[in-house]
T-cell receptor, first 113, second 115 residues
Framework: KAGVTQTPRYLIKTRGQQVTLSCSPI?????VSWYQQTPGQGLQFLFE???????NKGNFPGRFSGRQFSNSRSEMNVSTLELGDSALYLC????????????FGSGTQLSVL | DAKTTQPNSMESNEEEPVHLPCNHS???????IHWYRQLPSQGPEYVIH???SNVNNRMASLAIAEDRKSSTLILHRATLRDAAVYYC????????????????FGKGTKLSVKP
C-alpha cells in the first residue's frame, strides 16, 4: 500500500501570496487531517475532513482553509501569506474507527519570504 | 493544551533498553494513551497505544500504571534508527463521533542514541 503523499515537498512564497498544498491519503482512508509544525509552537492541529466534510477545526485564522474531494484527496490553502506561516505542513490519514492510528506524510516545507 | 508531561530529552546507548516516561495525572476513563515518534525530516509515526493493560507490538511495549496516571514506552533494544522525538498523547474515545484526526501534541521527548 502506498503511504500518504504530499506535494510539493518544498515551496517558497512571498508575503501576500497564496498557496495550495495537496495530500493524497492511503487508499481506503476517508479521514484526512492537517497539522502545522514550527520550532516554536510544535505540532498544531489545523483541521480534519471526513467524506468531504470538515469535522473539526483548530485555532487558526480564516486564511487557512481546506477541502476534501470525493476520492478523499485533500487540499489546504493559505491566503495572504505571512512570514509566520513558514512551517512544515503535515497531512495524516486514517480509517474511521475511533482510535485508529494516523498515518502521516513527510510534509510540505513552506518558506515565506 | 496537551494533557501529558514528558522529559524534554533522554539519552541511551545502542542495544540497551530505553524507558520513556509520560505523566497524565488528569486522564479520564475514556482516554486512550497513544505514542507517536517523529524521526528527523519525517512526519510522525504511530508506535503503540493502550487503555488499561500493558501492550506489546513489534516496535515497543507500553506499560500503564494501575491508576493510569502515568505510562512508560519501552524500547527493548535501542538502535540508532530509534533516535527521534517521542510524543505521548491522550485520545478520548468518546469525543469524536467520526472526527478523530485531532491529536494534541506536546513537546515530546527527544531521544538520542549513542553508538
Amino acid at each position: 500500500k502506498a503511504g500518504v503523499t504530499q506535494t510539493p515537498r518544498y515551496l517558497i512564497k512571498t508575503r501576500g501570496q497564496q498557496v495550495t498544498l495537496s495530500c493524497s491519503p492511503i487508499s481506503g482512508h476517508r479521514s484526512v487531517s492537517w497539522y502545522q509544525q514550527t520550532p516554536g509552537q510544535g505540532l498544531q492541529f489545523l483541521f480534519e475532513y471526513f467524506s468531504e466534510t470538515q469535522r473539526n477545526k483548530g485555532n487558526f485564522p480564516g486564511r487557512f482553509s481546506g477541502r476534501q474531494f470525493s476520492n478523499s484527496r485533500s487540499e489546504m490553502n493559505v491566503s495572504t501569506l505571512e512570514l509566520g506561516d513558514s512551517a512544515l505542513y503535515l497531512c495524516a490519514s486514517s480509517n474511521r474507527d475511533t482510535n485508529e492510528k494516523l498515518f502521516f506524510g513527510s510534509g510540505t516545507q513552506l518558506s515565506v519570504l | 493544551d496537551a494533557k501529558t508531561t514528558q522529559p524534554n530529552s533522554m539519552e541511551s546507548n545502542e542495544e540497551e533498553p530505553v524507558h520513556l516516561p509520560c505523566n497524565h495525572s488528569t486522564i479520564s476513563g475514556t482516554d486512550y494513551i497513544h505514542w507517536y515518534r517523529q524521526l528527523p525530516s519525517q512526519g510522525p509515526e504511530y508506535v503503540i497505544h493502550g487503555l488499561t493493560s500493558n501492550v506489546n507490538n513489534r516496535m515497543a511495549s507500553l506499560a500503564i500504571a494501575e491508576d493510569r496516571k502515568s505510562s512508560t514506552l519501552i524500547l527493548h533494544r535501542a538502535t540508532l534508527r530509534d533516535a527521534a522525538v517521542y510524543y505521548c498523547i491522550l485520545r478520548d474515545s468518546e469525543v469524536y463521533g467520526g472526527s478523530q484526526g485531532n491529536l494534541i501534541f506536546g513537546k515530546g521527548t527527544k531521544l538520542s542514541v549513542k553508538p
